[in-house]
């Protein structure tokens, strides 16, 4: 029943199935093969929601995911945290010193090469991490290593022959829960917490100082903007549009006041979703302080 199922991009197994398993354990998991694909199973009702990941602490935005929110016709209703484990998977049998070769997606062999260093084992671009754990499974070589999330593992029957292995202790992956319809009512996040969470698109009108002008609003209303990035549209350097995340929902007074200064000074201004907040975001920033 698609009532019932959440999709991701990737593989089973993969970081994305390891974000749907965490905050809805409830739903069945539905692989696509792109992030336009996992979008398209909810446009067209053949999943209810879709978890798509949109930053990582270590590597950065997915660049792909902002170009693409705006433009689904979803809405976010959703966010959470998954920490993101690295472990060293192999048929089973293999010792550490056997494996040569780690096969896994770009960003995640950027992310362990001090274990690689340590073991001279060499890096093998996979299509990505769960498909990486696949291919090593089908391969049946104990040369050949995925590196891949310990949940990999469990359905491509391969051993953990090390864990926890990535440079950073802290890599997290924020994911956006996305619906067809929005939700705007005040809710609490399914891991805890009742802090709300704003997220909009916007571009300036052509006139001196916009964008400072454009966010004065939310500094004097003390409206907290946790995140702010800009990017090119079609292409063209001059058409710049701006993803913003803000503390708060929309009917706070503050964050009222602030939208519409932010109207004022813009010449597309678009919600994309009033969501909960995941706890981790208040205790990553606690521990960043």
Same mark, same amino acid.
């Given at each position: 029943m698609t009532e019932n199922v959440i999709a991701f991009q990737g593989e089973p197994g993969a970081y994305s199935h390891q974000a749907c398993r965490a905050y809805h354990p409830e739903m069945e998991p539905l692989p696509c093969r792109t992030f336009e694909d996992t979008i398209d199973a909810v446009r067209q009702g053949?999943?209810?929601?879709?978890?798509?990941?949109?930053?990582?602490?270590?590597?950065?935005?997915?660049a792909d995911i902002h170009h693409l929110l705006p433009e689904s016709g979803l809405h976010i209703i959703g966010e959470g945290f998954v920490r993101v484990r690295i472990a060293l998977l192999a048929v089973p049998g293999t010792?550490?010193?056997? *494996?040569?070769?780690?096969?896994?997606? #770009?960003?995640? %062999?950027?992310?362990?090469? &001090?274990?690689?260093?340590?073991?001279?084992?060499?890096s093998i671009v996979g299509p990505d991490t769960a498909g990486s754990a696949m291919e090593v499974a089908k391969r049946g070589e104990k040369s050949l290593a995925a590196l891949a999330a310990p949940l990999a593992g469990e359905i491509y029957g391969l051993d953990v022959l090390a864990s926890g292995i990535e440079d950073r202790q802290n890599n997290t992956t924020r994911f956006l829960v996305m619906a067809r319809e929005p939700d705007f009512?005040?809710?609490?996040?399914?891991?805890?917490?009742?802090?709300?969470?704003?997220?909009? *698109?916007?571009?300036?009108?052509?006139? #001196?100082?916009? %964008?400072?002008?454009?966010? &004065?609003?939310?500094?004097?209303?003390g409206v907290n903007m946790t995140k702010l990035e800009s990017y090119m549209v079609n292409g063209i350097f001059t058409a710049t549009q701006f993803y913003a995340d803000i503390e708060g929902h929309p009917e706070d007074p503050a964050v009222a006041r602030a939208l519409e200064e932010l109207a004022y000074f813009t010449s597309s201004l678009e919600i994309l979703g009033v969501y909960p907040a995941d706890p981790l975001r208040a205790e990553q920033a606690a521990a960043a302080e």
């Open positions: 053949r999943a209810r929601l879709a978890m798509l990941p949109v930053e990582n602490s270590t590597y950065g935005r997915v010792r550490l010193e056997e *494996v040569t070769d780690a096969m896994s997606h #770009p960003v995640l %062999l950027g992310q362990c090469r &001090g274990f690689m260093r340590q073991h001279g084992i060499r009512s005040r809710r609490p996040n399914p891991a805890g917490g009742q802090t709300m969470m704003t997220t909009f *698109v916007f571009r300036v009108r052509n006139i #001196p100082a916009a %964008l400072y002008k454009a966010l &004065g609003g939310f500094a004097t209303n």
